[in-house]
């Protein structure tokens, strides 16, 4: 295989990792958030 | 205020024309939101494991069930482009972040996924119904209720093409929603939340049931998505399918795994498009609706995928049931089989109700993005003109619907192929948005109330970790979808290199057609662009007409309204809607984008009309997505006591009076009463008092009023007593009774007193009658009055 080919399989493949890793963490933290969001109550709209 | 950037200075032989930039909308809950989201998004839960496991084998439930929990990162990139512009779309966003040329080419990719959208929803129903009629028959054939003579028709059992019997079904649904689209249906998101209700109770019906199965006959999760696990069909190869390359890798071949599932989570980009509509306080409600789709498609299309490879058997799975595979769940439970069937007959009718509905968004979806893209220029005006009739843009309509039935036929009734085609579109729209978004965190310095978390503070610079996260992802998915879907990464780049270049083009010959425009436009009239409606941009007074006009041909009641109407004493306010479906309203608009050739084409004839009356008007563009609540808007921030119309080529003036009055009723406080006057072509006016208003009593009624209290003010202490207060008292008493047990007998006496009371007036009046209406509540009796007496003058005061 040529080394071209190897190269952009392992950028994609470390794109995909580091992308998924960093993914997780917004997962856990729109989630804290979306309870919270889902908690709290609308203020009445301002006149 | 309006404000002119380069007419400050009155030009005497010029006509002033306000146009309003700003969408006339009626706000929804978020609930309403997520039900018209979830339309498009929930019903790819019906097609989308089945092509996943085609491709990627047994395992595929688990690509999906990521692929619905990486759509909540999506969804954030979503929250934060709408936190920056009120019209977050793709269009938007990338062309404020790359520029117009990628984001023509960002929208070909939408448009790609928006007509496809059409044909897999239209042609994955048209599955799940075959399907059925085929057990069906089976059912019936193994009761011995099939005759014989039919059994040797059809050499056995009698069963339909699924295939075919799909496209037959996707082609009718198509042409159906073409003619509804042609006629201008409005989007209702009443509808949606129906369709959502009936298919959650299909879907906790399914949960209840899967479980009850799975705890009689025990469980194996499907195989974890490990290289060995991983059996990938030619197809899923593509370009790739005479090589072991995914099987040297085994991230490559999850990349591989995950591009082919990507398609359960099309559908995201409606998120930005409704989020204009939503109510107060919107950003909050924009996270609570991207919460409920949230776990609502994780559940729906993640857990039932799940659930389908758990449950029915690999022998039927994939070789019976791959296009319809929760009707395959529906057969594989515990049971009496009638109920089976039963249940799999509901899975089929909400299959039908949802992937029907899609077909429509599509047309809807592209028909918004091709008008939007079309009013900055990108497409010929020729598109955006408006049916005679309907005054739709039918032509931009047949486009799309002409694109969707060549698909429909291509694709021969395949739900993979157009599966895999489909997630073309849905990933590099994707990418484009996420791209572009990570492009602006550097790029734009304005308001922007929620960014995607983490993001890492280095000095002054913020690196905006999660951002970039979803990006690399969708990006690397993208590339590998490049190679492994062959036919999706031919088709969409034909398709969209193919729209861009009609995009390229349109634009150049535009741009030159433009500069001529403009110098008609300053030569006859003076725009004066103005975020919303106001009676100080007009130079208006309060209790002025407002005469709505849309089709130059029929301007008879303009005509009406200037001989009957003194200039000195009430304004005249010319009015047109320049409607934009949910797709158009995403986006923001500029004074050319709202005041075209038509319009233009259209205020001269008008000025004209009023020229050969010597009398003065005023001039009104409003962009609407609902013609009605347009006019309503208008009518409350003008404060006008009027409003008049001609009568609609599709509708009755009673249809059209009722369409306002319900409009009014749904409009927020504050609103004012107003008449609404339709002129037939002939002179006839009907007219119709919009809103609550004092009901025209009948002679004997009086009467009776009258003489209670004569009676009653004989009685000590009730001297001072009057006519009013007996009303009250009575309407106080007949409400009491009607909220108690009397209700029956107080709805039999008024069935009765209605059936005794002569037709309306206005069904069966002649010419010079007026017949004056409360809509939508219940009819008054009418009041007659000469034709000749024109508008109403003064405004109509309420209760």
Request: hydrophobic share 45%; net charge neutral.
């Amino acid at each position: 295989m040529n080394w071209l080919v190897r190269f952009g399989i392992y950028t994609l493949e470390a794109l995909f990792v580091v992308g998924w890793s960093g993914t997780a963490i917004v997962l856990l933290l729109t989630g804290i958030e979306d309870v919270e969001t889902l908690v709290e109550k609308d203020e009445p709209p301002q006149a | 205020m309006p404000s002119s950037p380069q007419d400050t200075g009155q030009v005497s032989n010029r006509v002033r024309i306000v146009v309003a930039t700003s969408v006339m909308l009626t706000f929804i809950s978020f609930w309403r939101a997520a039900a018209i989201i979830l339309n498009d998004l929930g019903s790819s839960a019906f097609y989308a494991g089945g092509i996943a496991e085609q491709a990627v084998g047994k395992s595929a439930p688990w690509f999906v069930l990521a692929v619905m929990l990486f759509s909540f990162g999506v969804r954030a990139v979503y929250v934060e482009s709408c936190s920056m512009f009120v019209r977050g779309g793709v269009y938007r966003v990338v062309k404020e972040a790359l520029g117009g040329t990628l984001a023509k080419l960002s929208v070909s990719a939408l448009m790609f996924d928006y007509v496809l959208t059409g044909p897999i929803s239209g042609v994955s129903a048209g599955q799940y119904i075959a399907g059925l009629i085929n057990e069906t028959f089976l059912f019936a054939d193994a009761h011995g209720w099939i005759p014989r003579a039919v059994h040797v028709i059809f050499h056995g059992t009698p069963q339909v093409s699924e295939n075919w019997t799909a496209v037959v079904f996707a082609l009718l649904v198509t042409l159906y929603y073409w003619w509804q689209n042609t006629k201008g249906i409005e989007e209702s998101s009443e509808k949606a939340l129906r369709i959502m209700q009936i298919t959650t109770v299909m879907v906790v019906l399914l949960l209840a049931w899967s479980g009850i199965t799975l705890l009689q006959t025990g469980f194996h999760l499907p195989p974890l998505p490990t290289l060995s696990n991983l059996h990938f069909s030619t197809e899923a190869l593509g370009f790739w399918k005479d090589s072991r390359i995914a099987y040297h890798f085994a991230i490559l071949a999850i990349i591989i795994g995950f591009g082919h599932s990507v398609l359960a989570m099309s559908g995201e980009e409606s998120l930005a498009q409704v989020y204009r509509e939503l109510a107060h306080p919107k950003l909050k409600n924009l996270k609570r609706t991207a919460i409920v789709i949230g776990v609502y498609s994780f559940v729906f299309t993640g857990i039932v995928s799940l659930l389908a490879v758990m449950l029915v058997p690999d022998a039927v799975r994939i070789p019976v049931y791959k296009d319809n595979l929760i009707a395959g769940l529906a057969m594989s439970m515990v049971g009496p089989l009638v109920l089976r069937l039963a249940f799999r007959a509901f899975v089929v009718v909400v299959g039908f109700l949802i992937l029907s509905g899609a077909v429509n968004t599509a047309i809807v979806g592209s028909n918004g993005v091709l008008n939007r893209v079309s009013e900055d220029g990108v497409l010929a005006d020729w598109f955006r003109h408006p049916h005679r009739k309907y005054g739709t843009t039918h032509r931009i309509i047949n486009l799309v619907v002409g694109l969707q039935i060549f698909t429909i036929l291509v694709s021969k009734g395949d739900v993979y192929v157009l599966g895999e085609a489909y997630a073309f579109g849905v990933i590099w729209s994707f990418v484009f948005k996420s791209v572009s978004m990570l492009v602006l965190r550097f790029k734009y310095k304005g308001e922007r109330t929620w960014k995607v978390p983490p993001n890492l503070k280095i000095g002054k610079t913020e690196i905006p970790i999660g951002l970039a996260s979803v990006a690399m992802v969708l990006v690397a998915t993208a590339v590998v979808n490049l190679f492994t879907k062959s036919v999706a990464t031919v088709s969409g780049i034909v398709f969209s290199l193919g729209l861009f270049t009609i995009f390229t083009v349109s634009e150049r010959v535009n741009r030159r057609k433009h500069a001529q425009f403009q110098q008609q436009m300053k030569e006859q009239f003076q725009l004066l662009q103005s975020d919303t409606v106001e009676r100080a941009g007009l130079g208006i007074r309060p209790g002025n007409v407002l005469v709505t006009v849309r089709d130059y041909n029929t301007l008879s009641h303009l005509k009406w309204v200037l001989e009957h109407t003194d200039t000195k004493e009430q304004d005249i306010v010319v009015m047109t809607a320049r409607v934009s479906q949910f797709g158009s309203a995403a986006y923001g608009l500029s004074t050319e984008q709202v005041f075209s050739d038509y319009e233009q084409q259209l205020f001269t004839r008008a000025v004209s009309v009023a020229e050969s009356f010597g009398k003065r008007v005023s001039l009104l563009v409003v962009p609407a997505r609902d013609v009605w609540s347009a006019i309503v808007q208008t009518a409350i921030n003008l404060e006008s006591s009027a409003v008049v119309s001609g009568l609609s080529s599709k509708m009755t003036s009673q249809e059209q009076a009722f369409q306002l009055g319900r409009t009014w009723e749904e409009t927020s406080e504050p609103k004012r009463q107003f008449v609404l006057q339709v002129v037939h072509p002939d002179g006839q006016v009907d007219t119709f008092r919009i809103g609550p208003h004092t009901p025209t009593m009948k002679p004997e009624d009086i009467h009776l009023v009258h003489r209670l209290w004569l009676n009653i003010t004989r009685e000590q202490g009730l001297e001072n007593l009057h006519h009013h207060d007996i009303l009250t008292e009575a309407l106080t008493r007949f409400a009491h009774d009607y909220a108690g047990r009397d209700q029956k007998e107080i709805l039999h006496d008024l069935r009765r007193v209605s059936r005794a009371s002569p037709s309306a007036p206005a069904l069966d009046s002649s010419a010079g009658t007026q017949a004056v209406r409360s809509l939508p509540a219940d009819e008054d009796e009418p009041i007659s009055s000469n034709k000749d007496e024109g508008p109403s003058s003064s405004p109509i005061v309420g209760p």
